[in-house]
T-cell receptor
Framework: SQTIHQWPATLVQPVGSPLSLECTVEGTSNPNLYWYRQAAGRGLQLLFY??????ISSEVPQNLSASRPQDRQFILSSKKLLLSDSGFYLCAWSTGTGELFFGEGSRLTVL | RKEVEQDPGPFNVPEGATVAFNCTYSNSASQSFFWYRQDCRKEPKLLMSVYSSGNEDGRFTAQLNRASQYISLLIRDSKLSDSATYLC??????????FGTGTRLKVLA
């Protein structure tokens, strides 16, 4: 069966520090991969999606970036965090024709 | 028009009540529709897909109205455990999935 792992689960970072969140999917090949962010009390905002290795589509201009170095690995990064980057980051995968499956999320607090 | 509009609630209903949520979308190219449930500080989980003919899963019924571009979720005989935020989701026809802001439901004893 397919599983999705996302880490770290929680992190507290100072403004201006770098960020790296990692997500891996097991049990499927060539998944579509997604990064969403949910600010406190808000809806899910699509940040990036990828339909293949090295293919990244960005939805919202910001100081975040994403990479897909391997078929089932998706990484969200930032060189310098802002206060506004705080939120609940969710990685998800789909086959492209069905529903999204989410990781357990990474809760980021920028101080 | 916004891509998706969903009443944020909260909907406070007594146990046993029937409650319905709607969600409107603007992208006529959308082919896949879903309802997700999100508990506080957790990831969203699929509640049910929404099919053109309507579909039912126990106490939950989902419907799609393509002409008016909305989907609905009906919950019958509400339980305390149904308290959560319900998110409507649709695809844009280009690999992207767009979420509504969610409707909060509180079922009261």
């Amino acid at each position: 069966s397919q599983t999705i792992h996302q880490w770290p689960a929680t992190l507290v970072q100072p403004v201006g520090s770098p960020l790296s969140l990692e997500c891996t999917v097991e049990g499927t090949s060539n998944p579509n991969l997604y990064w969403y962010r949910q600010a406190a009390g808000r809806g899910l905002q699509l940040l990036f999606y990828s339909v293949g290795i090295g293919q990244i589509s960005s939805e919202v201009p910001q100081n975040l970036s994403a990479s897909r170095p391997q078929d089932r690995q998706f990484i969200l990064s930032s060189k310098k965090l802002l206060l506004s980057d705080s939120g609940f980051y969710l990685c998800a995968w789909s086959t492209g024709t069905g529903e999204l499956f989410f990781g357990e999320g990474s809760r980021l607090t920028v101080l | 028009r916004k891509e998706v509009e969903q009443d944020p609630g909260p909907f406070n209903v007594p146990e046993g009540a029937t409650v319905a949520f709607n969600c409107t979308y603007s992208n006529s190219a959308s082919q896949s529709f879903f309802w997700y449930r999100q508990d506080c500080r957790k990831e969203p989980k699929l509640l049910m897909s929404v099919y053109s003919s309507g579909n039912e899963d126990g106490r939950f019924t989902a419907q799609l109205n393509r002409a008016s571009q909305y989907i609905s979720l009906l919950i019958r005989d509400s339980k305390l455990s149904d308290s959560a935020t319900y998110l409507c989701v649709f695809d844009t026809g280009t690999y992207k999935y767009i979420f509504g802001t969610g409707t909060r439901l509180k079922v009261l004893a």
